[in-house]
C-alpha cells in the first residue's frame, strides 16, 4: 500500500515549505530555459516559438498528490485489496490481482495525466513526457539531495541538477517528439530538426570515447547512442541549473541581505568562490564507489552513463566551468571542440 505509506512519509519527512521553495527554483529553471531557446541560432523561429510554448506549460507535480491527505480516500482506493495477517505469499497473489484489476478498470477511462504513478517515498524524478509534466516526488527532496539550510549554490548544484535534467528530457531525441500536451506530434521544422540530429552526433562521438578498464586492462566503453537521451539531459540540465541559481540572486538583487543569508560561507572553504563549490558540490553529488563487475555490467545495460563520465563529460563541455577553474584551452576539461544543444 505504497500511497498509504506515502501518508505517514511526507508527514514526518516532507513540509509545505519544501514545495514552496522547490516552485520558487522550478521558475527559475523555466524562466533560463526559455532564455536559452531564444538565444540559440540553429532553431528557426517557427520552432523556437513552440518550444517556448512547451517550456510555459510544463506542469510539476511536487512531493505527494493531495488525496493522500484524506483517510475516506486512501480507504476506497484500497478497499478491494485483500490482506492476510497470516500467509505472505497469498498477500502477493492478491496484490497483483488488485494491480491488474486497477489497471484494467483504468481502460474505460481516458488517461488521467494529473495521476500519480509513484508513490511520494520514491527516490527519483520523472519526465512524464506523455503529460508534460515533470514530478519531484518527496523522497527526492530530502538530504542528501536537498536541505533546507544549506546555502543555495549547493542547492542548485545538487537537487537544482536534477530538475534542470529533467526539463531538459522535454527537449532531448525522445522528448522533443512530443508537444505542450504531452502527444506525439512533429512540431519540427524539417531544417531544424536536421540540424538537431547534427548536433546530437557530437555527443555519441564523445560518450562513445569513454571506458571502464578491468584489472586486466580490458576496456568496456560507453554507448554513446543508447546513452544519448540522458547525455542530452546532462548537459543541458546541468547548465541550467548553475543559471538559474544565478537569476536566482539576480531576482534578489534588491535585497542583498536575502542573497547572503542564500548563499553564506561554510567554514574551512573560503579559498573557494561560490561559483567553483558548485560545481564541486556537483561532482560529489554523482561521486560512488561501486564494484568494478557491477560498473562493467551497468555499462552496457544503463541508459545513463557511469557517474564519472556524467560530470567529466559535461563539465568538459561548459565554458562556465572551464571559465571559473581557469582551465586552459585545449586540455581534457576544455577541449577545443565541446558538443552543446541546449
Not at 547525455?231 to 546541468?238: K, W
Not at 541549473?241 to 535585497?255: G, I, L, Y
Not at 548563499?263 to 558548485?278: C, E, H, M, R, W
Request: aromatic share 16%; glycine share 4%; hydrophobic share 30%.
Amino acid at each position: 500500500m505504497d500511497m498509504a505509506l506515502g501518508k505517514i512519509f511526507v508527514e514526518k519527512y516532507y513540509s509545505d515549505e519544501i514545495k514552496k521553495d522547490i516552485e520558487e527554483k522550478i521558475i527559475n529553471f523555466e524562466e533560463t530555459m526559455i532564455q536559452r531557446i531564444s538565444q540559440i541560432s540553429w532553431i528557426d523561429k517557427q520552432t523556437k516559438n513552440y518550444a517556448i510554448q512547451k517550456v510555459s506549460k510544463i506542469k510539476n507535480k511536487i512531493g505527494y498528490p493531495d488525496y493522500i491527505k484524506n483517510p475516506k480516500n486512501l480507504y476506497e482506493k484500497y478497499e478491494k485489496l485483500e490482506v492476510n495477517d497470516k500467509d505472505f505469499y497469498i498477500n502477493s497473489i492478491n496484490y497483483w490481482k488488485y494491480i491488474m484489476l486497477e489497471d484494467l478498470k483504468s481502460i474505460k477511462y481516458p488517461l488521467n495525466k494529473d495521476d500519480w504513478r509513484n508513490p511520494p517515498q520514491t527516490l527519483n524524478a520523472f519526465n512524464e513526457i506523455y503529460s508534460n509534466y515533470m514530478v519531484y516526488p518527496a523522497g527526492i527532496l530530502q538530504p542528501l539531495f536537498y536541505k533546507t539550510n544549506e546555502p543555495d549554490y549547493l542547492i542548485y548544484s545538487t537537487i537544482g541538477a536534477i530538475i534542470g535534467h529533467e526539463i531538459t528530457h522535454a527537449f532531448d531525441n525522445t522528448g522533443r517528439l512530443y508537444d505542450e500536451e504531452g502527444n506525439i506530434n512533429n512540431w519540427w521544422t524539417y531544417s531544424t530538426a536536421k540540424e538537431y540530429d547534427n548536433l546530437t552526433q557530437c555527443f555519441i562521438d564523445q560518450y562513445n570515447n569513454y571506458y571502464i578498464e578491468d584489472l586486466n586492462g580490458n576496456k568496456y566503453y560507453v554507448n554513446g547512442l543508447a546513452t544519448l537521451g540522458e547525455n542530452i539531459a546532462d548537459n543541458g540540465g546541468f547548465t541550467r541549473s548553475f543559471e538559474a541559481w544565478k537569476k536566482s540572486m539576480t531576482k534578489n538583487s534588491t535585497n542583498n541581505k536575502n542573497i547572503e543569508n542564500r548563499n553564506f560561507k561554510l567554514p574551512g572553504l573560503s579559498d573557494y568562490t561560490f561559483d567553483q563549490l558548485f560545481f564541486i558540490a556537483f561532482g560529489q553529488f554523482f561521486c560512488k564507489k561501486e564494484d568494478l563487475n557491477i560498473s562493467i555490467r551497468n555499462i552496457s545495460r544503463d541508459v545513463h552513463s557511469p557517474s564519472k563520465f556524467r560530470v567529466n563529460g559535461y563539465v568538459s563541455n561548459s565554458d562556465y566551468f572551464a571559465e571559473i577553474f581557469h582551465c586552459p584551452v585545449g586540455l581534457s576539461m576544455n577541449p577545443n571542440k565541446k558538443c552543446l544543444i541546449w
